[in-house]
C-alpha cells in the first residue's frame, strides 16, 4: 500500500539513535522499505535496518554525492513497489496510529491526491490561510485541485511554507515528474556570482530586493539556477513561486502525524514545536538510583568547572520542579540533570514512574522532561547541571506558563483590531506618504512614541519626515502632508495642529478609531484602527489591558506593516535603509 523511501546521510551517534528511535515510531506501515544511506555512521545504519526489516528491504549503496541527489535517487525509484511513497526523513518521529496513517494513503488514493505533507503541523498553524480553499473534506484528510489563483489565496492569507516540501506522501509518478523537472541545473558558482553582483550594485547606489531579482531571473532560464547543493535534496522542493506545476491534486491531514525531534522552525510565531522542547523527546521512563561513594560526591564539588551544581533543601512533602532547555534552533544533545541525596529522603517522580531516593543515592534525567522531586522527610540535596554560562536558556513554570497566557491574550486583541483594518483605505495612505514634499507625524503620549518611531523610519527611507516637537519641524503647506494619529479623534493638542495644518492647504491623514470625530471632519485620508480609546468602546472588544494600551500596540505593529508595504512601493532594502541610518552612535 505504500512504501518507506529514504536517501539519507547518517554522520554521528545522535543523528543514528534519531533514526532509530524515528523508524521504531513507524515500523508497522509498510512492508517496503527503499533506502540509501550515506555518512560516517552508513554501516551501523545499514545493520540495524538489516536486522529489523530482513527481506523487506531494498538497500542501495550510492555513495558518490558527486553524481547529485536527484541522480542518485532516481536510480532508486524502480525498486518502490506501490504506487504511493513517504519520502522518510530520520529526525521525524510518527505521532499517529498505523491506522491514522493507512487511511491517509487509502483517501489520498481514492481522490487521486499526488501530495500531503506529514510534518511542521506547527499546533495546526500550518493550516493558516488554507481556509479560503475550497477544500473538500474527506475522514483522515482534506483535499482540493489547488490552482493559481487558489495558492495566490492561500499565500495572501499567510500560509507560510512552499509548494513543495521533501517530507511528504507523494504518488510515485508525482515525485519522479518532480525529479525530472530539475534533473538538470547550472553550477552552484552562477547563483552565488549573482548574488555577489546584486551586492555590489546594491552598494553603489542602485537599489533592489536580492531575493525578487533572483526569482524574476530564475523564472526567465526555467528555474535552472540551483538554489542548493546538489549533493542535497532541497532542489527537489518547490517554493512558493514555483506555480509551473500547478494545478495540482493535493491534501494536507486532519491531525499531526509527524513531528520533527531536534530541529526548531517558526510559523506565525510560534516556537517551542520540536519534540525535545515540548518534552516528548526522548520517551520518559521510570526514573533510575544509583549508590555515590563519598569520594565521588566530593569529586564531584571539587571538579565542577563544567557543571552548575545547586544545593536545594526540601521540608517533608515539599516538591521541587523545574523544566528547563537549551533554546537553540537545533538541539544536538538534550541536557540532563543529576539529583544526589545528601541528606534525608525524597522521591523522583515522572509521567511513568517513581523511584525513592535516600542518603548518597543519585538519579539522573532529562531537564526538559518534567520531573517532581518530593521530601518525603527533610532532605538535604544538590541538583547536578551541565554549565548554562554559555547558553541561552529556556525555562518553563508556572511563572512563564502565565506568561505566556497574558501574551497569547495580548497578541489576539491585537490581530482582532488589525484585521479589522479596511485595507482599501490603506492605499490612499501610502500614496500620500510618497507624494508628500514633506511629512509632519504629530502624536500625544503613548501615540505620539507610535508615530516618531515611524518618522524614523519614513527617514530611512530618504523621505523629508519629521516629528512634531523636533526643533527642526520646517513650515508646512501645500504639497505637504501632516499624518496625525489620535483613537478619539478629539485630542485637543492634535487637533489644533491638524486646524492650523489644514488652514495652511497641507494634506490631512488621520489613523483613529473615531472618523466621525472632529479630527476626522477635517482629515483628507482616514485609516481606521478600531480599538477602544478615551471616548469610544468598540462592540465585542474588551481589553484585559489597561487604558488605551491596546490602541497603541496596534499603532507600532500597523507602522511597521506600513513600512514592509512602502519597501516594496519604494524599492527598498535593508540595505538602502541601513545606508541612511545615523552612523555617530
Not at 528511535?21 to 506501515?29: C, P, V, W
Not at 521533501?166 to 552562477?190: A, E, N, R
Not at 518553563?396 to 482599501?424: C, F
Not at 505637504?480 to 487637533?495: I, K, N, P, R
Request: aromatic fraction near 10%; proline fraction near 3%; glycine fraction near 6%.
Amino acid at each position: 500500500m505504500l512504501t518507506v523511501f529514504a536517501n539519507i546521510r547518517i554522520n554521528d551517534p545522535e543523528r543514528l539513535q534519531h533514526m532509530k528511535d524515528s523508524f521504531y515510531s513507524f515500523r508497522s506501515i509498510s512492508d517496503n522499505w527503499v533506502i540509501n544511506v550515506r555518512g560516517s555512521q552508513r554501516q551501523q545504519a545499514v545493520d540495524f535496518l538489516k536486522k529489523e526489516l530482513g527481506n523487506q528491504i531494498t538497500l542501495f549503496e550510492l555513495l558518490d554525492d558527486k553524481r547529485g541527489w536527484i541522480q542518485n535517487t532516481l536510480k532508486m525509484l524502480p525498486s518502490v513497489k506501490y504506487d504511493y511513497m513517504l519520502v522518510w526523513n530520520e529526525d521525524h518521529i510518527c505521532l499517529a496510529e498505523p491506522d491514522e496513517i493507512k487511511g491517509v494513503v487509502n483517501e489520498m488514493k481514492d481522490h487521486n491526491v499526488v501530495y500531503l505533507p506529514y510534518t511542521w503541523w506547527f499546533f495546526g498553524k500550518i493550516k493558516k490561510g488554507l481556509e479560503a480553499l475550497p477544500f473538500n473534506h474527506a475522514r483522515f484528510i482534506d483535499h482540493v485541485t489547488l490552482s493559481s489563483d487558489d495558492w495566490k489565496k492561500a499565500t495572501d492569507k499567510g500560509y507560510p511554507y512552499g509548494l513543495i516540501a521533501l517530507c511528504g506522501i507523494f504518488k510515485v509518478t508525482f515525485f519522479k515528474q518532480l525529479m525530472l523537472l530539475d534533473k538538470y541545473k547550472l553550477p552552484l558558482f552562477l547563483t552565488t556570482n549573482f548574488y555577489r553582483f546584486a551586492t555590489v550594485l546594491n552598494k553603489i547606489g542602485i537599489s533592489f530586493n536580492q531575493r525578487k531579482a533572483f526569482n524574476t531571473v530564475n523564472k526567465l532560464l526555467f528555474h535552472k539556477l540551483r538554489r542548493y547543493s546538489k549533493e542535497t535534496p532541497f532542489d527537489l522542493e518547490k517554493d512558493r513561486s514555483r506555480t509551473e506545476i500547478l494545478p495540482l491534486k493535493v491534501a494536507w491531514p486532519k491531525k499531526e502525524l509527524f513531528a520533527c525531534i531536534d530541529d526548531e522552525l517558526k510559523c506565525d510565531g510560534v516556537s517551542g514545536y520540536q519534540l525535545i522542547k515540548r518534552g516528548l523527546y526522548p520517551k520518559p521512563s521510570t526514573p533510575q538510583s544509583k549508590l555515590l561513594k563519598t569520594s565521588e560526591i566530593n569529586e564531584i564539588f571539587e571538579k565542577n568547572n563544567d557543571y552548575e551544581i545547586t544545593n536545594l533543601n526540601l521540608l517533608k512533602d515539599n516538591s521541587y520542579n523545574k523544566v528547563f532547555y537549551e533554546d537553540a534552533v537545533r538541539i544536538e544533545v538534550p541536557m540532563k540533570q543529576t539529583v544526589v541525596v545528601l541528606s534525608g529522603k525524597i522521591s523522583v517522580k515522572n509521567s511513568v514512574g517513581e523511584v525513592v531516593l535516600y542518603n548518597g543515592q543519585a538519579s539522573t534525567f532529562y531537564t526538559h522532561i518534567h520531573h517532581e522531586i518530593t521530601a518525603l522527610e527533610n532532605a538535604h540535596m544538590i541538583l547536578i547541571s551541565p554549565s548554562t554560562s554559555n547558553k541561552k536558556i529556556e525555562h518553563i513554570s508556572q511563572t512563564i506558563s502565565m506568561l505566556n497566557e497574558n501574551t497569547n491574550t495580548i497578541l489576539s486583541e491585537i490581530n482582532k483590531v488589525l484585521s479589522g483594518i479596511d485595507e482599501a483605505q490603506i492605499e490612499p495612505l501610502i500614496s500620500a506618504i510618497i507624494k508628500a514634499k514633506k511629512i509632519v507625524t504629530v502624536g500625544a503620549g503613548r501615540v505620539g512614541l507610535a508615530t516618531k518611531a515611524f518618522t524614523q523610519r519614513l527617514g530611512h527611507f530618504g523621505l523629508e519626515a519629521y516629528h512634531l516637537g523636533d526643533s527642526t519641524v520646517p513650515h508646512i503647506g501645500e504639497g505637504d502632508l501632516l499624518l496625525a494619529c489620535s483613537g478619539s479623534g478629539e485630542t485637543q493638542t492634535v487637533f489644533d495642529i491638524v486646524d492650523i495644518a489644514k488652514k495652511n492647504n497641507a494634506k490631512i491623514a488621520l489613523l483613529t478609531g473615531n472618523k466621525d470625530s472632529r479630527i476626522g471632519n477635517l482629515a483628507d485620508v482616514i485609516v481606521e484602527v478600531k480599538a477602544p480609546s478615551k471616548t469610544k468602546a468598540v462592540e465585542g472588544l474588551i481589553s484585559i489591558q489597561p487604558m488605551t494600551t491596546l490602541n497603541e500596540q496596534c499603532l507600532y505593529i500597523f507602522f511597521d506593516s506600513l513600512v514592509l508595504s512602502l519597501m516594496d512601493k519604494l524599492n527598498e532594502s535593508h540595505e538602502t535603509m541601513w545606508g541612511r541610518h545615523s552612523n555617530l552612535e
